[in-house]
């Protein structure tokens, strides 16, 4: 079983910050977007925010409220409370940072606070009995300055998959692990990517507010390092032509509360995968168009998901298939029946988690509570089909840009819903403004192409 975060005496945790020398506490939470926001308090100031809550002005945050309507409170979540590694106690300003969830005058949840529209999700699959576990795989590049001190697509090394010995990152990694430990983050595996300057840090699976916790911060904390090494970390998605690119690939299953076992496990099914596990996967299936603009939520995002790059547009499933949208993976042998899952591999980094999560939840749950049906799995590689074949067997894409993947959202009542009528407003005005802003730019390419043709 992975327990859900385990509850904390907040008190207990502040007296022992104070004799660590823990002096400042940065109370943070993220916007509809998925920016990390925070608001600085002296350490002595904790107990009173632990109380009562510490306001603050919402209307400055991207999606949360009007000018009219603009004051919020933070009420820290002290489970996750931790020392920033890189500003310890023993140092000039040592300082901790603890997530918070956002309230508004009235004492309610904000509806448009991403950490909540997990918790509803979360919440729906415990009234359904079960425990939602998560695990994702966010992968990121490290770029160089060029020579004006900008950020540019300069990878640092030409190293590849598990390279070493061209593997420039190895010490910056090893920070970058030592810094996850530190916040409580148990790391499994870190290693270079496919393209040149990508690299990958796996961490343990957990129920899916703390995943989403945890992975919030592992974006926080690795740029941090990264900075400190004189590199960038970056989770666009595609950042450079003709590579591949970064993804958030997302294990998940259902843990059964009543009878204490992996919910998605059955060792004489094919697969291993249990009826339930089927449903949730076909629902994920039968929403994934609807709820792509979440999990893949920027221009840049569609430019990584196009065939031959080991990125899936096809709408299917399998084993060996990485060109599949979800994949089983195999259980190393002799390891017990509760690691199976379904890897959602559409995602991409630059989502906002907390809404990723909550959309994949509600579509799988979707699936469960209807008893879909999960269709038969492909495991020849789709990216070799031609269109004919792939027509044949009735096998969906993804939508091909931001705009498109907007639309199919517009349609989808199950993950609006999900997300509530706050967050997807918000959300939906924001994103057509970019891709928006996006298609009537004319880029390098077009004037390249076209300038001296016509």
């Not at 409170?73 to 890189?86: H, K, S």
């Amino acid at each position: 079983m992975v327990a859900p975060y385990e509850a904390v005496d907040g008190i207990e945790l502040i007296s022992e910050a104070k004799s660590n020398g823990i002096r400042f506490v940065q109370l943070q939470f993220t916007d509809i977007i998925g920016s990390v926001k925070a608001v600085t308090i002296p350490v002595h100031q904790l107990e009173g925010s632990v109380k009562h809550g510490t306001w603050f002005d919402g209307s400055s945050i991207e999606g949360f409220t009007r000018i009219a309507e603009s004051d919020q409170y933070l009420m820290p979540d002290m489970r996750t409370f931790a020392e920033i590694p890189w500003q310890p106690g023993s140092g000039p300003r040592g300082t901790a940072r603890v997530i918070c969830d956002v309230f508004t005058p009235r004492g309610e949840p904000f509806v448009g606070d991403p950490r909540y529209v997990l918790r509803r999700q979360v919440e729906r699959a415990r009234k359904l009995g079960y425990i939602v576990n998560m695990g994702p795989e966010l992968e990121f590049f490290l770029f160089r300055r060029d020579d004006d001190g900008k950020v540019a697509p300069l990878p640092h090394d030409l190293a590849g998959y598990f390279d070493f010995s061209t593997d420039l990152a190895q010490e910056v990694r090893q920070d970058m692990v030592d810094a996850l430990e530190a916040f409580g983050i148990r790391v499994e595996a870190a290693h270079h990517e496919v393209a040149a300057g990508q690299h990958e840090i796996d961490f343990e699976y957990a129920d899916a507010l703390q995943t989403a916790d945890n992975a919030v911060t592992f974006k926080f904390a690795l740029k941090a390092i990264a900075q400190q090494h004189g590199l960038y970390a970056t989770f666009m998605p595609k950042p450079i032509h003709g590579i591949n690119g970064s993804g958030m690939h997302t294990h998940q299953s259902l843990f059964s509360i009543a009878d204490s076992r992996n919910a998605f496990a059955d060792p004489d099914a094919p697969y291993g995968l249990s009826d339930l596990a089927k449903s949730y996967m076909a629902g994920i299936l039968a929403h994934a168009r609807g709820m792509i603009a979440i999990l893949a939520p920027i221009v840049n995002s569609y430019k990584r998901l196009v065939p031959g790059y080991e990125a899936p547009t096809y709408i299917t499933w399998g084993r060996t298939n990485r060109s599949a949208l979800i994949r089983v993976p195999m259980i190393s042998p002799g390891k017990s029946i509760e690691g199976t899952r379904a890897e959602v591999r559409c995602p991409d980094p630059s989502s906002n988690t907390y809404l990723a999560f909550a959309a994949m939840v509600a579509a799988g749950l979707d699936g469960v509570e209807k008893g879909m049906t999960l269709a038969a799995p492909v495991e020849e590689s789709l990216f070799e089909m031609d269109a004919a074949t792939i027509a044949s067997k009735a096998i969906r894409e993804l939508p091909g840009t931001l705009g498109e993947a907007l639309d199919e959202l517009e349609q989808d009542e199950v993950i609006r819903e999900a997300l509530g009528d706050h967050v997807y407003n918000h959300f939906v005005a924001a994103k057509r403004a970019e891709w928006d802003e996006y298609r009537t730019q004319v880029s390098d390419w077009e004037v390249g192409r076209y300038l001296e043709q016509f």
